[in-house]
């Protein structure tokens, strides 16, 4: 992981400080519009959770204010008149029989057909969402409720009456021929389903929970789903001991918004806080989850494509340094490298060629002004005196029966006449001949101990080919081959024509070189790199012989350490029409 950080944070090119740059960039905004975005979505889904718990509040305060002017009504239908409470008590104490006799004798004198079942069976058919009515008086130690499924009644006994919804009103009862006096109480209960409708569904999901409260404290309605026993009993205590919000411990968990009806009611509306940040955080970490996954996206993608590109400036660069330190002919692989870096590998391999060839121009220059140079040595000395002199010492040589010293004297005359006429050419024979008077002089120096052969074809004496071709191979085996401490000491020059080719050899019995040395000697040959050299060795004649026949030329050496050394020179037919 070290090892990888320190990749990433390496500065070698302007490149990777980019990447770096845009990569430290591209997370901290990324991050800011993450913040933003959570805290932005945080304060709508606040507000919007905020706006049903008003909305809430104020659809509950209309809804009561709507069921208690029919409560007004409903109240209406049993004390109007003093015939009709009179009716309703007679009804609640009676038996069945007496207040059948009751209402018949009310008829017969009256006219008027007043029955409290009938009251309450129109009562239920006319609205629909009333599920109980129960009627209490001061006076009875039991009430009547009464239900759709019966809405004649029953008699409950108690004074304290329950109700089965949710959601029920209260009225009290005043007595007709004295409206401050209070002789009972009317209840009726409304279905719960028709308060909230489907918004009661979305706000139990939403962790909003909502309460209606009488003046008393006695809960009248309530909502919720969420909130533990304890919690609703600790509500109820507080507005049965007509404390007002702040609601003590329980605003430490839920946002509390209160509205106070026109007819002493207190609505509460409670939206818990734990609902409401698990919705904001688990909103926030969706956001957090998704944006991290696209910025590693982005990173990988965005390393990829700097790494791609890094390294092949990389490669650029190594291949510049090793120009710089001299090897003109790197050339740098342009088959995955694009746009402006392919233009710039591509000018810099034009580059490098341009500098060989400039080399190798140099290189040629340089040999024409040695050729130049000896040339202007060579004209120095008249070269007919040189022979004249020569030719006077071979004949007094002779003059005085010394044979031996006129024919060494003949040879090394005859090699310089070789080496100071002007001609870049030559024919295969008169540079073995040439090779042959070079070997007789050794000869002369270490009598016995030298043995030399030349064979060649017919065909191949008018052989044209660049002067000095073979002597430098001779004289490199009298320089490093030959042992002068043995008398078997021998070289032969084979010139012969098989399979289309023209081979000529040189090779010798000498000391040879080991295997390394020899593909030393091949790799350098091999490299086609032109090089300044101040000797006329074997790179020297590869170089002329490669330059003078170009593809129909070829070299092979071997060579065994102590076994000897050979040379072929390989030519195709086709030279011999040259």
Same mark, same amino acid.
């Given at each position: ?31 800011? *519009? ?27 305060? $209309? ?18 008149? =003093? ?6 008590? !007679?009804? +609640?104490?009676?038996? /069945? ?6 209402? $018949? ?24 969402e009333i599920t109980e009515i129960a009627i209490r008086l001061e006076e009875s130690n039991h009430y009547l409720k009464a239900t759709k499924a019966r809405p004649q009644g029953v008699e409950v006994q108690g004074s304290s009456v329950s109700m089965d919804e949710s959601l029920y009103l209260i009225r009290s009862i005043y007595s007709p021929g004295n409206l401050t006096q209070v002789v009972g109480q009317l209840f009726v209960a409304f279905d719960d389903s028709m308060v909230l409708g489907t918004q009661g569904n979305d706000n139990l999901q939403k962790g909003i929970n909502s309460f209606i409260y009488s003046s008393n404290g006695q809960r009248l309605y309530s909502n919720s789903s969420r909130m533990t026993e304890k919690e609703l009993t600790v509500l109820d205590e507080q507005m049965q001991q007509g404390r007002q919000v702040p609601l003590g411990s329980l605003e430490k968990d839920y946002y ?7 007819? =002493? ?31 590693? @996206? ?42 402006? +870096? ?8 034009? @580059? ?28 120095? *000395? ?35 006449? !070789? ?46 080919? /660049? ?5 430098? +191979? ?12 043995? !008398? ?11 399979? %289309? ?13 080991? %295997? ?17 050299? !101040? ?5 020297? &004649?590869?170089?002329?012989?490669? %330059? ?15 076994? %000897?050394?050979?040379?072929? *020179?390989?030519?195709?037919?086709? &030279?011999?029409?040259?």
């Amino acid at each position: 992981m070290k090892a990888k950080l320190s990749a990433f944070f390496k500065r070698d090119f302007l490149i990777n400080q980019l990447m770096q740059l845009y990569s430290i960039l591209l997370v901290l905004v990324s991050v800011f *519009i993450m913040v933003t975005l959570s805290i932005y979505t945080g304060i709508e889904r606040f507000h919007s959770s905020w706006q049903m718990v008003e909305n809430t509040g104020v659809q509950l305060d $209309n809804y009561t204010q709507e069921k208690s002017s029919l409560m007004t009504d409903i109240l209406g239908e049993f004390t109007n008149s =003093d015939r009709q409470f009179e009716t309703l008590r !007679n009804y +609640l104490n009676l038996s /069945p029989a007496e207040y059948f006799d009751y209402t $018949n004798e009310v008829y017969r004198t009256t006219g008027e057909n007043i029955f409290v079942p009938t009251t309450l069976s129109r009562l239920f058919n006319a609205h629909g969402e009333i599920t109980e009515i129960a009627i209490r008086l001061e006076e009875s130690n039991h009430y009547l409720k009464a239900t759709k499924a019966r809405p004649q009644g029953v008699e409950v006994q108690g004074s304290s009456v329950s109700m089965d919804e949710s959601l029920y009103l209260i009225r009290s009862i005043y007595s007709p021929g004295n409206l401050t006096q209070v002789v009972g109480q009317l209840f009726v209960a409304f279905d719960d389903s028709m308060v909230l409708g489907t918004q009661g569904n979305d706000n139990l999901q939403k962790g909003i929970n909502s309460f209606i409260y009488s003046s008393n404290g006695q809960r009248l309605y309530s909502n919720s789903s969420r909130m533990t026993e304890k919690e609703l009993t600790v509500l109820d205590e507080q507005m049965q001991q007509g404390r007002q919000v702040p609601l003590g411990s329980l605003e430490k968990d839920y946002y509390v918004k209160e509205i106070e009806s026109r007819e =002493d009611r207190t609505i509460l509306v409670l939206l818990s806080k734990q609902v409401i940040w698990k919705e904001i955080l688990s909103f926030a970490g969706m956001i957090f989850f998704f944006g991290f996954l696209i910025i590693a @996206m982005l990173l990988l993608v965005l390393h990829r494509t700097f790494k791609r590109y890094s390294s092949q400036v990389r490669n650029i660069v190594k291949a510049t340094k090793r120009v710089s330190q001299g090897n003109f002919k790197e050339q740098i692989d342009t088959t995955n490298v694009q746009q402006e +870096l392919k233009e710039i590998a591509e000018s810099i391999n034009q @580059m490098t060629v341009s500098i060989n060839d400039y080399i190798e121009d140099i290189y040629t220059l340089e040999i024409k002004q040695r050729d130049a140079h000896m040339r202007a040595l060579q004209s120095q *000395i008249n070269p007919h005196f040189l022979y004249n002199t020569l030719e006077y010492i071979r004949m007094y040589a002779l003059s005085r029966q010394q044979e031996e010293l006129a024919d060494v004297v003949y040879a090394f005359s005859a090699l310089l006449r !070789n080496n100071t006429t002007q001609e870049k050419t030559t024919t295969l024979q008169q540079e073995l001949d040439f090779c042959e008077k070079y070997v007789y002089l050794y000869q002369m120096r270490y009598p016995d101990k030298i043995a030399y052969i030349v064979t060649i074809e017919e065909s191949l004496k008018e052989l044209v080919i /660049p002067k000095f071709a073979i002597q430098p +191979l001779v004289e490199n085996y009298f320089v490093h081959g030959i042992d002068y401490g043995r !008398n078997d000491n021998a070289i032969s020059i084979k010139a012969y024509r098989t399979a %289309g080719k023209i081979y000529i050899q040189v090779s010798d019995n000498g000391k040879g070189i080991d %295997g390394k040395q020899l593909s030393a000697i091949q790799g350098k040959l091999a490299d086609r790199e032109v090089e300044l050299q !101040n000797s006329i060795g074997l790179k020297n &004649v590869h170089e002329r012989l490669r %330059g003078f026949y170009g593809e129909a030329y070829q070299i092979q050496l071997e060579s065994t350490l102590w076994q %000897g050394f050979k040379v072929t *020179i390989v030519l195709a037919e086709e &030279v011999l029409l040259k």
